[in-house]
């Protein structure tokens, strides 16, 4: 069975950092693409970021892009969203995604993906 699993979230104060991490099990990792994903309330969810399967192409979204940054580590099954210089309008739940097949690149839209983590919460605020 496919899952992911993310941990990491809480509150930072703005400036601060924190690292999310994306445990997967139930599939070899090296043959997905991973993408990050946040989502306020009432608005949609949007991406953040995307590590490909095949050469490890990553993807950021204009809005994070120098601040975070993406990673895998296929031998833990683990995938990573370094985040720095963390800004309020960072607050959001983030979500981890899976899409199968080998592909030298990544989207970061949400449709692409078929297999989610469950959210977990960043809270930046002094």
């Known amino acids: 069975q496919l899952q992911l699993v993310e941990s990491g979230g809480g509150l930072a104060q703005p400036g601060g950092s924190l690292r999310l991490s994306c445990a997967t099990s139930g599939f070899s990792l090296d043959s997905y693409s991973i993408g990050w994903f946040r989502q306020v309330p009432g608005k949609e969810r949007e991406g953040v970021s995307c590590?490909?399967?095949?050469?490890?192409?990553?993807v950021y979204a204009g809005a994070v892009k120098g601040r975070f940054t993406i990673s895998r580590d296929n031998a833990k099954n683990t995938v990573y969203l370094q985040m720095n210089n963390l800004r309020p309008e960072d607050t959001a739940v983030y979500y981890c995604?899976?899409?199968?097949?080998?592909?030298?690149?990544?989207?970061?839209?949400?449709?692409?993906?078929?297999?989610w983590g469950q959210g977990i919460q960043v809270t930046v605020s002094s």
């Open positions: 995604a899976a899409v199968g097949g080998l592909y030298r690149l990544c989207m970061i839209r949400p449709a692409e993906y078929d297999y």
């Open positions: 590590i490909s399967s095949s050469e490890g192409n990553t």
